[in-house]
Every structure is written in structure tokens, then in C-alpha cells.
């Protein structure tokens, strides 16, 4: 790959918003810290919703300057930016999104947490594949059509392209 710049950085943080589950029972350790139980169990703060699907915030830290994007989107228009808000994550301050591949359980919560961000200029980084029709074809034959991301809703919604 060519024009990639990579930079020395003090630390990468990852944080995951969505994941197939949760483990409420997990401890924090050192180098891992864990969200407070009641965002998991139920409490003053609404729970942490698990479903089919990733997406993860990166942060970049670098002399003290924190930059962030996110890495995948799950499945659910409410489900990421459910968890955003209890996770106390602040969508206007993504720099950028990153969309591993087109699978729907990686790419629909982007259009919600779209919605709760605004209209504002924000760069996609996204492979050409992405936007290919796929279908799960079942052991009886039948096919579910698995639906793209729709490249002119991703750019109305004000996000620029970048296919890598």
C-alpha cells in the first residue's frame, strides 16, 4: 500500500461498543478496565445492549492529543449509539470511520449513530468490495439477501469516501 503515514504514537486504546456478548462478571486488571456493572447488569444507567456484530472505538494518543475513530458500526441503528451513550462516548468527536468489510452486522449501526451526530463532513475509509451484493444461501436452498451499504446514503449523510 503506498501513502500510508504512520506516526510513532504514545498509546492505542480500544474501547468495544458492540460485541455478540457481554460478560458482567469480568474484573478490571491492569491493562483492561471494564465498564461499571450496573451499565451491564441494570442500575442508574440503562444496560449495555450485546448483538450479532463489532465495532469498536480506537483512540490514538499522542503527545497528550487524543484522536479517535471507529472501527465497524454492528448491526443496529439503536444499538451502537445506545451503547455510545452509556459508554459516555461523544460521536462529534470521531475523526473518522472504518469499515472493515460490508456485512451488515458491521456497517448498519453507522447509519444511527449518524442520525445522533449530525450532518457533518466525516471521512469513511471503506474497501470497493464493501459495496457487493451478497446472500446466505441455507442448507434447504433458500437465500437471504444480505443488502450493502448504500454508497449514496453514506455520502448524503455527509461522510466522504475514501475506497481503499
Known amino acids: 500500500m503506498t501513502g500510508l503515514d504512520l506516526q510513532e504514537v504514545e498509546r492505542v486504546e480500544l474501547m468495544t461498543l458492540v460485541d455478540n456478548s457481554i460478560d458482567a462478571l469480568l474484573w478490571s486488571t491492569e491493562t483492561v478496565r471494564r465498564v461499571p456493572r450496573d451499565a451491564v447488569l441494570g442500575g442508574p444507567r440503562s444496560r449495555l445492549r450485546a448483538e450479532h456484530g463489532?465495532?469498536?472505538?480506537?483512540?490514538?494518543?499522542?503527545?497528550?492529543?487524543?484522536?479517535?475513530?471507529?472501527?465497524?458500526?454492528?448491526?443496529?441503528?439503536?444499538?451502537?449509539?445506545?451503547?455510545?451513550?452509556i459508554l459516555e462516548v461523544n460521536p462529534a468527536d470521531l475523526r473518522a470511520v472504518v469499515l472493515s468489510h460490508g456485512h451488515s452486522d458491521h456497517t448498519f449501526g453507522l447509519l444511527g449513530m449518524l442520525r445522533a451526530r449530525g450532518r457533518r463532513a466525516l471521512p469513511l475509509v471503506i474497501h470497493p468490495e464493501a459495496f457487493r451484493l451478497r446472500k446466505l444461501v441455507l442448507p434447504d436452498g433458500h437465500e437471504v439477501r444480505l443488502p450493502p451499504p448504500s454508497r449514496s446514503d453514506l455520502e448524503a449523510r455527509g461522510l466522504s469516501l475514501s475506497i481503499r
Open 54 to 85: 463489532f465495532s469498536t472505538l480506537v483512540t490514538v494518543v499522542k503527545d497528550g492529543r487524543r484522536h479517535s475513530f471507529l472501527f465497524d458500526a454492528g448491526l443496529t441503528p439503536d444499538g451502537l449509539i445506545r451503547n455510545i451513550e
